[in-house]
């Protein structure tokens, strides 16, 4: 196990940025920056014990700073959207930005993974906390909200993304990894002939293509939204369904059948051809699968001069319901003043 630290460039303010490498026993490797916390690089072994990049990403920092599909981003404050960009706690309505039509999409302009964060290595443990103070007001949400993301690497070939966190004032905790997969590769240009399994039987159906959901969850059976049994994402996402016309394949929160708030296996995701698969491990409700609908190849050239295309990658983005500050029958984001956030994923290679 070793971390090693390399310069990673300067942002457009003159900071610093640091590029982390953590390794395992196994030859794993993920790569970090504390621009937006991001995970840069995932190299994971196929069948064969050859190793490949599996996440989507930019070779420079100059990329992260504009990556408009939030490749390997940490979100928050809050993931996902926010309805008419505005709530109400306490009585008080707060306004976020709207940056998607009328609504919020993963906490506005300024989100966390614009951020330059704060970080302490931890070489015995394999793992880089990344930390970040909030201000009240920050990106509109009440309370000065103290947060860190620890990145681990376990000898086991799981990546844990733990966050913590302490707010001053009733707020919404909702953070969120956005890295985008691809377990051929991620130059190889498309996750159709992965076969996924999510353990859900319900999903969280939207009114229209500005995603927004109705407050309902409807049972997957019977549905191309049925990932109970596993099929590839090939089968069915292009299926004459209205849920994913509106979105243009899936993009779409599932209800997680668990039995509490303990971590479980919530998802698998399998490359037949390199044999790599992955595991997610969540203690949250929910899980976005988001299909890299809108990746369009506009001629961004990103990590090793590849030009990503339409669903290059995949993301599984766990997290609470899709505007469940505006749903009573969704699970509450609102983390109370003083209490602990405290969240943990885990994407496992085996
Ligand atoms: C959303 C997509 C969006 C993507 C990139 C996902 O979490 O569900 O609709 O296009 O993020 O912003």
């Not at 026993?25 to 069948?47: C, Q, S, W």
């Not at 928050?76 to 306490?90: L, M, Q, V």
């Not at 191309?224 to 004459?240: G, L, N, Q």
């Amino acid at each position: 196990m070793s971390i090693l630290q390399k310069s990673y460039g300067k942002t457009l303010e003159g900071d610093q940025i640091t590029e982390f490498i953590l390794q395992n026993e196994r030859g794993m490797k993920v790569h970090l920056i504390n621009y937006g916390a991001i995970m840069t690089k995932l190299f994971v072994p196929d069948k064969n014990n050859e190793f490949a990049d599996v996440v989507l990403g930019y070779d420079n920092l100059e990329g992260y700073l504009k990556n408009p599909g939030y490749f390997g981003a940490t979100i928050g404050r809050n993931g996902n959207r926010i309805a008419g960009a505005s709530f109400e706690i306490n009585g008080v309505t707060y306004q976020l930005d709207k940056n998607e039509g009328e609504n919020n999409l993963h906490a506005g302009f300024d989100g966390y993974n614009k951020r330059v964060w704060d970080f302490t290595v931890n070489e015995e443990e394999n793992e880089v906390v990344f930390s970040l103070i909030s201000p009240d007001k920050d990106q509109g949400f009440p309370g000065e909200f103290k947060v860190s993301v620890t990145y681990k690497l376990t000898s086991d070939n799981a990546v844990s993304i733990g966050y913590e966190g302490v707010s001053d004032k009733d707020t919404i905790a909702n953070m969120t990894n956005h890295s985008y997969f691809n377990l051929a590769g991620h130059t190889s240009n498309s996750i159709l002939d992965h076969i996924l399994w999510i353990k859900a039987s319900k999903f969280v159906p939207v009114v229209d293509s500005a995603a927004i959901p109705s407050g309902e969850l409807w049972e997957v059976k019977g549905t191309p939204m049925d990932f109970t049994s596993k099929k590839a994402v090939a089968d069915e996402i292009d299926a004459d369904y209205e849920q994913l016309k509106f979105t243009g394949g899936y993009d779409h929160n599932y209800a997680l059948d668990k039995r509490g708030k303990e971590q479980e296996l919530i998802a698998t995701v399998e490359d037949p051809k390199s044999g790599r698969k992955m595991e997610v491990y969540t203690d949250l409700p929910g899980v976005q699968l988001y299909a890299g609908n809108f990746i369009n190849g506009d001629g961004d050239v990103c990590k090793d001069g590849v030009v990503y295309q339409k669903r290059s990658g995949l993301c599984l983005e766990t997290q609470y319901f899709p505007d469940a500050i505006h749903q009573e029958n969704f699970e509450s984001p609102i983390l109370k003043a003083g209490e602990n956030y405290k969240t943990t994923t885990v994407y496992k290679f085996v």
